[in-house]
């Protein structure tokens, strides 16, 4: 190895491999790929690790965070891309280097603020990308409510463009999925709108229930030719039942998000889908919604890809606390649920694990009180945190 090839060397690193740790080891980047990998000391002086966690960069295919900083408070509207380049800083720090910014393409009065917003942020994001603003990579996932009448309207518009990445297929109808308990999304919405009262409440769930009946049945079909038009990858939501699991074979879905028993869990994974679940379900030991714990599917071996949703922090979290609640689980198989998982299922195959001829999108983690800290990430080589 000579000096003049290298960007970057890295030493006196645990690196997380695929397969394996290497307890004390190097890395060399050159010309925005990882070029070289060893244990012990390193041929050449480097930036020492002390000791320190090298993994690669995280990978976050659902995470609808970006809208908590568009609308920081109810009615409040920040500017688009001063809101981008935060969300992206928070994603940054936390340890993400790629992910698929989560956008509700559906229009509902009466809802969500945040609904109807999806051109606004996905042209902020282009803004922020064009002008060198952005630490992590940005790809889009659509997320589409299939009940509501512009659905697929509003997907078309944006299904072509190239940083597109994945589609899901949601429905929060009043008691299924997700909320079969109808009590539970009441409770969802007084916290989330500031105090709707039950008299609005029946109102927006019987325009729900109306929606699903005249519109679902077509636009799931639209959406899915919509999706295999364009070659994006789809993604079921919230799957529940029997139904819910055949609808998902149906579709051809590639990822299943936040299947809500063990039972769909199940169905899921013996028909060959990848299985995604909340990495705050595991950080905090169950489900916010009361459904089956993410780790209890982990136990059953049906756990493939987290997400931090709505927390980005707890991408990284998650990861390591994996092989504390399952010793069965090793440390590179929990980061593979963060890295190299999600990264397949949306067709990334230049990243997501450390090993020659990958993209060096590396972060260095130190854990200290049973808290890891990202002290430096690195995208395509470049240091961005």
Not at 91 to 111: F, K, N, Q, Y
Not at 112 to 122: H, I, N, P, R
Not at 270 to 276: M, N, R, T, W
Not at 345 to 373: C, Q, T, Y
């Amino acid at each position: 190895m000579k000096s003049s090839r290298a960007d970057m060397i890295l030493t006196n690193a645990r690196i997380v491999l695929d397969d394996r740790v290497i307890e004390r080891g190097w890395l060399v980047v050159a010309h925005r790929g990882i070029v070289e990998i060893g244990e012990g000391n390193a041929p050449e002086r480097g930036e020492d690790m002390k000791g320190d966690l090298v993994m690669p960069g995280l990978i976050e295919l659902h995470t609808d965070h970006i809208e908590a900083h568009y609308v920081p408070r109810p009615k409040v509207y920040w500017d688009p891309v001063a809101a981008v380049v935060s969300y992206d800083g928070q994603l940054a720090t936390s340890g993400i280097t790629t992910v698929l910014d989560s956008l509700r393409v559906w229009r509902e009065d009466g809802a969500e603020e945040v609904d109807g917003q999806a051109q606004v942020l996905a042209g902020a994001i282009d803004t922020a990308r064009k002008a060198d603003l952005l630490r992590a990579d940005h790809f889009l996932h659509l997320r589409c409510e299939v009940p509501m009448p512009t659905v697929v309207e509003d997907a078309a518009q944006l299904a072509s463009r190239p940083d597109v990445r994945l589609m899901s297929l949601m429905d929060h109808t009043p008691g299924q999925r997700q909320f079969r308990d109808e009590e539970k999304l009441r409770v969802y919405y007084r916290g989330k709108k500031g105090g709707m009262n039950d008299a609005q409440l029946d109102e927006l769930f019987a325009r729900r229930f109306e929606y699903q009946k005249k519109y679902a049945e077509n636009n799931m079909r639209e959406l899915v030719a919509l999706a295999k038009r364009h070659g994006v990858p789809l993604a079921s939501h919230d799957d529940t039942t029997d139904e819910n699991v055949a609808d998902a074979v149906r579709g051809k879905v590639a990822v299943a998000e936040f299947p809500t028993t063990l039972e769909a869990a199940r169905g899921l994974h013996e028909a060959g889908i990848s299985i995604l679940m909340g990495a705050p379900n595991v950080v905090r030991g169950g489900s916010h919604s009361g459904n089956i714990a993410a780790v209890d599917l982990a136990q059953q071996g049906y756990l493939d890809i987290l997400s931090s949703d709505y927390i980005p922090s707890s991408l990284l979290m998650a990861a390591l606390q994996l092989p504390e609640r399952i010793p069965s689980i090793t440390l590179p198989e929990a980061v593979r649920t963060v890295t190299k998982a999600p990264a397949k299922a949306v067709g990334l195959s230049d990243r997501g694990e450390i090993a020659k001829g990958k993209r060096a999108d590396l972060i260095r983690v130190h854990v200290a009180a049973g808290v890891p800290v990202v002290r430096s990430v690195w995208r395509a080589g470049h240091r961005v945190a």
